[in-house]
């Protein structure tokens, strides 16, 4: 019976790890991140990425909020220059579960077979996106900070409102570095 309560646990779990956006970054060990104060789009790279203008909007929009939030200030002749990057792939993800045991000694008398034994597949596909916002110099024109999000990407207006903005906010959570 343990077995039982526990499958749908395990299930609950897999899901949710598969729902959360992962963030990690890299940055030029070298800089001073303290004099940059104000910030522009590179436009030239922003109009590169290959993914609706829609989705655009939405990115930059969570960008220019975490910035400001930050205390950036937009500018016409910025500090840094934010620039972004995406990837999607399909993923599959196959699961085969299999509780109790067949023939043998079960609840009750003698031999028999355990009613209690079943098992399944599972087969869920979704997209998972790669989103990089980049930070670069913009006197230098060198990058100097790199952030990543790695997490599932939804289709739905409403859901992708606030995926984008998580996306965002969990990469950004990680500027400036902290220096060890």
């Known amino acids: 019976m343990k077995v039982f309560k526990l499958i749908p646990i395990l299930l609950l779990l897999l899901f949710v790890s598969c729902d959360t956006v992962s963030a990690y970054s890299d940055y030029d060990k070298t800089v001073d991140f303290t004099p940059y104060k104000t910030y522009a789009f590179f436009k030239p790279g922003i109009d590169k990425v290959e993914i609706s203008d829609l989705d655009k909007k939405r990115i930059l929009h969570a960008i220019d909020d975490q910035m400001q939030a930050k205390g950036f200030t937009k500018s016409e002749n910025p500090d840094i220059l934010v620039n972004i990057f995406t990837k999607a792939k399909e993923q599959v993800d196959v699961n085969q579960f299999y509780a109790g045991y067949g023939y043998g000694w079960g609840y009750g008398w003698g031999w028999g077979w355990n009613p209690y034994m079943y098992g399944g597949t599972t087969v869920s596909r979704y997209t998972e996106g790669t989103l990089f ?5 913009a006197k230098k024109k060198e990058m100097i900070w790199q952030g990543q999000g790695i997490g599932t990407l939804y289709k ?15 990469i950004l959570a990680q500027y400036p570095p902290v220096k060890k």
């Open 156 to 170: 739905n207006i409403d859901k992708k409102d606030a995926r984008i903005t998580e996306f965002v906010t969990k």
């Open 133 to 137: 916002i980049d930070l670069i110099d």
